[in-house]
């Protein structure tokens, strides 16, 4: 059992709140997940500096989660501390034409600030969950990879260093960040003037087309596979019958074949059993194999359960 209250005694000095034994499934999009050791909501750089310390010092597991939109959590949780960049860590700062927007701002909001500023170039974020930092870390297929100029990163020993667009190395959902560790503390952003009605139209109408075609009235973690060389997730399990396939609450989306959707009280060991499932039928049908794409937290082969709260100074 680890004692946590170092922990606790850092997140008081910095004015940070933390929980422990907290349930994933309420940070993740996917409504999925069991409890982490501790969760922290990340208020500033001088914070996570702390956490990081305390984490390298004590030989803590720790994770970086955003708003947990391409997360699969374990129903056994995760024995490690989150850190989470969220609403306490999401300024967005303007100078002209470009933002500079912390890590834990979200795309949607991010968006809904450059129309406002009638600043076009993030018009492909409506309807898109997910933060800033998350979308970098990933390279989400819809962000706006146009429009970025360099990121504020922490080490995990701490120090701080801004690396251009150049140096990402940035690929199909890959990133450097991905490979070294780094963590995302802002992306600088460069739009440009636009009008406010051509923007507000762009955006209304990619929203829409999303809402049509994507199931993003239920709980899912976004695309499940990734995009196979030369051809579509989404077109090889609809053109082997899978819409609909489920496992317990656990089901292959009857809108949009490539997603897998929550459709009540599914579990982790659910979601993996459909996506096998949909991974062999794919294989031995058409040739194609398929990858996941969401990042698994936590061990999904250990049982489902409640974590014993870790003692915790009053």
């Known amino acids: 059992m680890k004692n946590w ?10 004015n940070c709140s933390v929980q422990y034994a907290e349930p994933l499934r309420n940070h993740t999009t996917f409504r999925i997940g069991g409890a982490c050791s501790a969760f922290v909501n990340v208020n500033s750089e001088e914070t996570l500096r702390q956490i990081l310390g305390l984490c390298r010092d004590r ?17 056994s949780g995760y024995a490690g501390v989150i850190l989470h960049l969220g609403k306490d860590f999401s300024q967005i700062r303007q100078d002209g034409t470009t933002l500079y927007c912390e890590a834990g701002a979200t795309l949607g909001r991010i968006g809904k600030f450059a129309l406002e500023e009638s600043l076009t170039g993030m018009e492909c974020l409506a309807g898109i969950p997910g933060t800033v930092g998350g979308a970098l870390y990933m390279n989400a297929g819809a962000y706006g990879g146009d ?4 990121a504020r990163c922490m080490a ?37 003037k636009g009008s406010y009605g051509a923007i507000k139209e762009e955006m209304d109408s990619l929203l829409g087309k999303r809402r049509a075609k994507q ?3 239920l709980p899912s973690a976004g695309s499940t596979f990734q995009r196979p060389v ?36 599914a579990t982790c060991r659910d979601v993996l059993e459909l996506c096998d499932f949909v991974k062999q039928t794919v294989l031995e049908k058409t040739g194609y194999q398929l990858e996941l794409e969401p990042v698994i937290v936590g061990d999904p082969a250990k049982p489902a359960n409640m974590p014993e709260q870790e003692a915790v100074e009053k």
């Open 215 to 217: 199931p993003l009235e």
């Open 147 to 150: 429009v970025i100029v360099s």
């Open 230 to 265: 030369g051809n579509y997730a989404s077109f090889l399990i609809d053109q082997c019958g899978l819409k609909g396939a489920s496992v317990g609450d656990a089901q292959v989306s009857v809108k949009h074949a490539g997603f897998v959707v929550n459709t009540g009280k």
């Open 156 to 192: 995990p020993d701490g120090t701080i260093s801004v690396v251009p667009k150049s140096e990402m190395e940035l690929g199909y959902r890959k990133s450097i960040f991905r490979q070294d560790g780094r963590i995302i503390l802002g992306v600088t952003l460069q739009l440009q």
């Open 59 to 75: 030989n803590y597991p720790y994770l970086v989660l955003g708003n947990g939109s391409n997360i699969l959590a374990a129903d």
């Open 5 to 14: 209250q170092e922990l606790a005694a850092i997140c008081r000095t910095c």
